[in-house]
């Protein structure tokens, strides 16, 4: 199916294990982003990527790891879990540069929950 | 960065016009003025971006004054599937989306 696609959708993870959230777009998309969104609160940008082997941290990247080898795909490995990063996480991607609009397009989200 | 300023959450009823206005004082030359909507255990999904005077796409209306201190963002006609989270950000439209802001929101509540 086109789009943007995320896995797992749901997940339990216990303190001190890695665990890697993908995400699949099939635009092409030059831009994807990661996102965090805690309680009552906004989201939070926590890497972004502007092409494949390009990537850049957001306001909030320490604890996280992305890579970007194809295109379609930006994986975002916690490397260790702490409580803190129970959240969601939601992947974005965007075209480069395509007219006026400038419109970043979200994946259903990720629940994760460290206990 | 440009920080905006929205009210926390607005009541409404059915049929009735809605008008949220955002403010950003300190925004750029280069930056743009985007809206997007979030339902409960969703994304966010862009309804419209401007940069100066009105923009109108099918879903809402956005109104940004000479001076682009602030926004107004209109859905005319609301229903109940209106009901939603509503961001406004600023920044500029050409950059990795960096500098894109996610604020608290706005929570639309739209009664029957």
């Known amino acids: 199916d086109a789009g943007i696609t995320q896995s797992p959708r749901y997940k339990i993870t216990e303190t001190g294990r890695q665990v890697t959230l993908m995400c699949h777009q099939t635009?092409?998309?030059?831009?994807m982003f990661w996102y965090r969104q805690d309680l009552g609160h906004g989201l939070r940008l926590i890497y972004y990527?502007?092409?494949?082997?390009?990537?850049d941290k957001g306001e909030v990247p320490d604890g996280y790891v992305v890579s970007r080898s194809k295109t379609e795909n930006f994986p975002l490995t916690l490397e260790s879990a702490t409580r803190s990063q129970t959240s969601v996480y939601f992947c974005a991607s965007k075209a480069a540069g395509q007219g006026q609009i400038d419109e970043q397009y979200f994946g259903p989200g990720t629940r994760l929950t460290v206990t | 960065l440009a920080k905006t300023t929205q009210p926390i959450s607005m009541d409404s009823y059915e049929g009735q016009e809605v008008n949220i206005t955002c403010s950003h004082n300190?925004?750029?030359?280069?930056?743009?003025i985007t809206w997007y909507q979030q339902f409960p255990s969703q994304g966010p999904r862009f309804i419209i971006q401007?940069?100066?005077t009105k923009v109108t796409n099918e879903v809402a209306s956005l109104f940004i004054p000479a001076d682009r201190k602030s926004s107004t963002l209109s859905l005319p006609r609301v229903s109940l599937s209106d009901t939603a989270v509503y961001y406004c950000?600023?920044?500029?439209?050409?950059?990795?989306?960096?500098?894109?802001?996610f604020g608290a929101g706005t929570i639309l509540r739209v009664k029957s």
């Open positions: 300190n925004i750029a030359t280069n930056d743009y």
């Open positions: 401007g940069y100066k």
């Open positions: 635009w092409s998309h030059s831009y």
């Open positions: 990527s502007a092409a494949a082997d390009i990537t």
């Open positions: 950000l600023v920044g500029p439209s050409r950059e990795y989306g960096n500098k894109l802001v």
